[in-house]
Structure formats: structure tokens, C-alpha cells
């Protein structure tokens, strides 16, 4: 490898090391052998792109936070709302239960 270095060297060529290794040791059927123009560029991009998804891992996490607490707000002012209605529902049937004695009442002063 090291021959190959310097022999590329002295016809004043910079080979990279995985130009070396793809030359030693060849490549295998099935993969791709990236120049050392692309290499850099691609793990760059790879790179990048990794730190994307991770960006949006966190945005749908703090999402997922936030929902929760939402759902756990909508359900708390659902059952504050079913207990003041449930009062309202006790007062009215208070309030009819008391009109039908003063009626109740009045028909028997009739009688």
C-alpha cells in the first residue's frame, strides 16, 4: 500500500486511502466504488441528512408532549364542564321539585 502511495506520489498524483485500498484490494461485485471526489461529498451529505432526521425526531417528540398535554387539558375542562352542568341539573330539579309543592300546596287550599 505504502508502494503504491509513493509511486502515486512521485507521478505527482494524491491518491486517497480508499483509492488505495479500492486498488489493493479491489472491489466486489455489488458495491460501488466512490471516487475521492465523491466520497467526502456523499458522507458529508450523509451526514447532513442524519442530522435532519434527528432535528425532526426532536420537533415530532416535543409534538408528541405537547398533544399529550393538550388531551390531558380537553379531558380535565370535559369533566370541570359535566360537573357544572351536573349542578345546573340539581338546581333546576330543585327548583321544579319546589314549584310542584307551592302548586301541589295551592291545590289543596282549593279543596
Not at 370541570?80 to 351536573?86: G, H, P
Request: no cysteine.
Amino acid at each position: 500500500m505504502e508502494a503504491l502511495q509513493l509511486q502515486h506520489e512521485s507521478e505527482g498524483k494524491s491518491y486517497t486511502e480508499v483509492e488505495i485500498f479500492a486498488e489493493v484490494l479491489g472491489t466486489k461485485v455489488g458495491y460501488v466504488q466512490a471516487s475521492s471526489v465523491d466520497l467526502p461529498q456523499k458522507l458529508e451529505e450523509a451526514r447532513l441528512l442524519i442530522e435532519e432526521m434527528r432535528a425532526r425526531q426532536l420537533e415530532y417528540e416535543v409534538l408528541l408532549v405537547k398533544r399529550s398535554d393538550m388531551e390531558q387539558t380537553m379531558r380535565e375542562h370535559l369533566q370541570m364542564m359535566e360537573e357544572q352542568q351536573l349542578k345546573k341539573d340539581e338546581k333546576l330539579m330543585q327548583m321544579m321539585a319546589k314549584q310542584q309543592r307551592k302548586k301541589d300546596e295551592q291545590h289543596q287550599k282549593m279543596m
